[in-house]
């Protein structure tokens, strides 16, 4: 039984326990497979990174992504095994990057890339978040302020902590993974983002015929 199944199985009893409509179904089956999917992504994700050395930075990176996700949303693949893929290939790629430039990028370089990525978030958050989908709408003008605007607070936060760690060379590893893993969640609500995840999920369709 594949995860969408086990979802759609559990949203299904749940609503007919609970005398729910079918729209409020497909809105928990969504939001279960999500939950179940992200479970078995983060083991992939915590196995191959300790395998590869790469265990801090991943953490990081996706507790930061992870976070900020809560409150700007973004698109993601149609498919929990196209997310479980693209998204254990980014994040290990995105990895391996904060494991190698970390060591080189001296104290002025980091700022500078905390305050960049920083501006970058805030400039696309104002002006895309939240980023809804399909099965997640968002259409209520008091929910769309309410979202931006934790969005926006949280990467505040997020630079708070780059400016603070940025400061102490030993720290360099998480201030990079924050900014990294900030401007990865960033993406995903942007037009751009929302393009690249649909030519992933084009790319990882197996079942497509030719």
Not at 33 to 44: D, N, P, R, S, V
Not at 72 to 79: A, F, K
Request: proline content about 2%; hydrophobic content about 55%; overall charge negative.
């Amino acid at each position: 039984m594949s995860i969408h199944e086990l979802a759609a199985r559990i949203a299904g009893h749940l609503a007919l326990e609970l005398e729910y409509d079918h729209i409020y179904e497909a809105r928990m089956a969504f939001g279960l497979e999500l939950f179940l999917g992200e479970i078995i992504k983060l083991i992939c994700l915590i196995t191959i990174s300790y395998i590869l050395g790469l265990l801090p930075e991943i953490l990081i990176i996706t507790a930061t992504a992870g976070i900020l996700r809560l409150a700007s949303g973004g698109e993601h693949c149609s498919e929990y095994y196209r997310c479980l893929i693209g998204g254990t290939m980014c994040f290990m790629l995105l990895g391996w990057a904060v494991h190698y430039f970390s060591p080189i990028l001296n104290q002025q370089e980091l700022f500078f890339v905390a305050l960049l990525s920083f501006l970058i978030a805030e400039i696309a958050l104002w002006k895309y978040a939240p980023g809804d989908t399909e099965n997640k709408p968002i259409t209520e003008e008091k929910d769309i302020i309410k979202y931006k605007k934790w969005s926006l607070i949280i990467a505040v936060v997020y630079f708070i902590i780059m400016m603070v760690f940025s400061a102490v060379t030993t720290l360099n590893l998480i201030t990079l993974a924050i900014a990294v893993g900030m401007l990865e969640q960033v993406f995903t609500v942007t037009p751009w983002g929302y393009r690249f995840l649909h030519f992933i999920d084009h790319v990882l369709d197996f079942n497509k015929v030719g």
